[in-house]
C-alpha cells in the first residue's frame, strides 16, 4: 500500500468521440467503396490503396485514444496525457498549496486572456473543475481536470483553507 497520502486516477477524453467515430465510419466506409471498386473493375491495384486507407484509419482512431493521468503524492499533483494506452506524455507538475482558486469549472470566474489553459478533463461539463495557480514554466495556469470523489475529498482535507474547498461525497444509491 502506498499510503494515505497517494492518489491516482486515468481518466479517458470524452469529447472527442465524435472525431473518433467519424474518423472509423468515413475510413471504413471509404476502404469497403475501394475493395468493391478493385473486385469489380478488376484493378486490383487499388487493393493496395484500400490496405493503405484501412492502416491509416486504424491508426487515427488509436492515435486518438487519449487518456489522462493524475497522480497526487503529498502536495504535488502530476499530470500525464496517455495516447494511444502506450505513450506518456508529462503535462504539468504543480504543488496543490500554490493553488489560488479552485472549484467547478461552471462555477468559475473567466480566466484572464495571459492565462494559459491546461485542459486534462475527460469532458468540459459539469464534472469538471477548474485550478488557478502561478507555475513557473506556464506563468498565470488554469487546469481544467475531472478529478473523482476521492481525490475531490483529498484536496477538501489538503487545500489551503483560504480558498474555502469543502466536498461532500454524494451518496451511493442503496439499490445500486
Excluded at 465510419?25 to 469489380?40: E, F, P, R, S, W
Excluded at 496525457?81 to 508529462?90: E, G, N
Excluded at 507555475?135 to 489551503?160: F, M, Q, S, V
Amino acid at each position: 500500500m502506498l499510503g494515505s497520502d497517494y492518489r491516482e486516477l486515468i481518466v479517458p477524453k470524452l469529447d472527442n468521440a465524435m472525431k473518433k467515430y467519424g474518423l472509423l465510419i468515413g475510413g471504413g466506409a471509404l476502404t469497403v467503396i475501394i475493395v468493391i471498386a478493385a473486385l469489380i473493375s478488376g484493378a486490383f491495384w487499388l487493393l493496395l490503396i484500400a490496405a493503405a486507407l484501412g492502416f491509416g484509419t486504424w491508426y487515427l482512431w488509436v492515435q486518438n485514444s487519449i487518456e489522462y493521468e493524475y497522480v497526487i503524492s503529498g502536495d504535488e499533483l502530476q499530470i500525464t496525457k496517455i495516447l494511444a494506452q502506450s505513450k506518456r506524455k508529462p503535462m504539468l507538475t504543480v504543488s496543490i498549496t500554490k493553488f489560488t482558486a479552485f472549484g467547478k469549472l461552471r462555477e468559475a470566474e473567466p480566466a484572464p486572456d495571459s492565462a494559459t489553459t491546461v485542459l486534462a478533463c475527460s469532458a468540459q461539463d459539469e464534472t469538471a473543475f477548474c485550478a488557478d495557480f502561478d507555475h513557473d514554466e506556464y506563468g498565470r495556469t488554469r487546469l481544467i481536470w475531472t478529478p473523482n470523489d476521492d481525490i475531490l475529498l483529498y484536496l477538501a482535507k489538503h487545500l489551503p483553507r483560504t480558498l474555502g474547498f469543502r466536498w461532500d461525497a454524494p451518496e451511493k444509491n442503496a439499490e445500486q
